[in-house]
């Protein structure tokens, strides 16, 4: 990490990765930055922290899903840069023009950006502590708060803000309020479609949220529709199909494609995409559409097996899946 008087770059990347040693769902581009580079990693929780030391640092055709933060240091861009979330810069950092253009800085605030979030993660802390049923509506206290300092320092259509609306709706998802939770999940989907656009793994796990709770509602085809979003968007940053190509194929195609497009798609091993599979699955087979969910399956398997390993319990699962579901389109066959 940076001390005092040193110089570089902060990149804090969400990292959705179960295996601590991963990186998967994050671009190609931005892993070849970090190992270009040399950059320092930590991970925490959800997030991995990386520092590229250094009086000049260039981003050259990079995508970082997540914050920068450039201490003291000359900021300069080639080629396409994305950055979907947030450039802080310090007062004797110096961005040059062209990355301007692509995202405005803001000027780093101890206060509000540092004071701020710890007040946040605090109350976060809390509500994770207070999960449950009997706890719940101390949970909930706690979001609340969490929502209300979001809302008063960046105002509704912010990142923060979709973070609480996401938190609230996993609280009321537990505690199985699933009309509610789902209000919360789509004002967080809102704000982030209107910040991010669709290709952003936040936006993925909100369409999977989503999915789940439909799915325990037992409206299965609203459960497949937001799988299938969460699988177009994982495909899509994973580079397998662009987002918007790949709406315009079929579930069926659109499976088959993915899965059969291995060399791509299993080069960069990840859950999530693996996870998205698998919901399909589920919501396939018990609608009864046992060829699709079959394919479904496979993908899930297939991915879990490279990313987890043969004998990891997720994998064995989709396996077994696979299993039963040959037996019955045998037995139709």
Known sequence: MLTQNEQGLIMVAYDTSKRQDATS???????????????????????????????????QDVDVDGNVYAVNCQLQCKGKVVITVQLFATKDAIIDEQFK??????????????????????????AEQCSGYDTSDIAIFY????????VYTFGFRHHYVAIAYNLLGRVYDDIKEYDKAIEFY??????????????????????????????NKG???????????????????VGVMHYHVADS???????????????????????????????????????????????????????YSLAQGEWNNETIQAKQKLMVLDRVLSDHS
């Open 143 to 150: 979001l609340y708060k969490f929502l209300r300092l979001s």
């Open 249 to 303: 194929y079929n579930i069926n195609s659109m499976l088959r494609k993915s899965i059969t497009n291995q060399k791509k798609i299993f080069k960069n091993p990840n859950v999530d995409v693996a996870d998205s599979y698998w919901n399909l699955g589920l919501a396939f087979e018990l609608s009864e559409q046992n060829q699709t969910a079959y394919d479904a399956y496979s993908g899930a398997w297939k991915m």
């Open 101 to 126: 253009r692509i995202i405005t800085p803001i000027q780093w605030n101890t206060k509000i950006h540092h004071d701020f979030s710890i007040r946040l993660q605090e109350y976060a802390d809390k």
């Open 186 to 215: 789509q004002k967080a989907l809102d704000i982030l479609l209107r910040i991010f656009g669709a290709s952003c793994t936040f936006v993925a796990q909100l369409h999977n949220n989503l999915a789940h709770i439909y799915y």
């Open 25 to 59: 769902n994050l671009s190609k581009s931005f892993l070849e930055l970090v190992e270009k580079s040399k950059a320092e990693r930590r991970h925490f929780r959800e997030c991995c922290v990386y520092v590229i030391k250094g009086k000049l640092i260039v981003l």
């Open 219 to 237: 409206h299965f085809e609203k459960s497949i529709q937001y799988n299938e979003t969460a699988l177009k968007i994982r495909l899509d940053v």
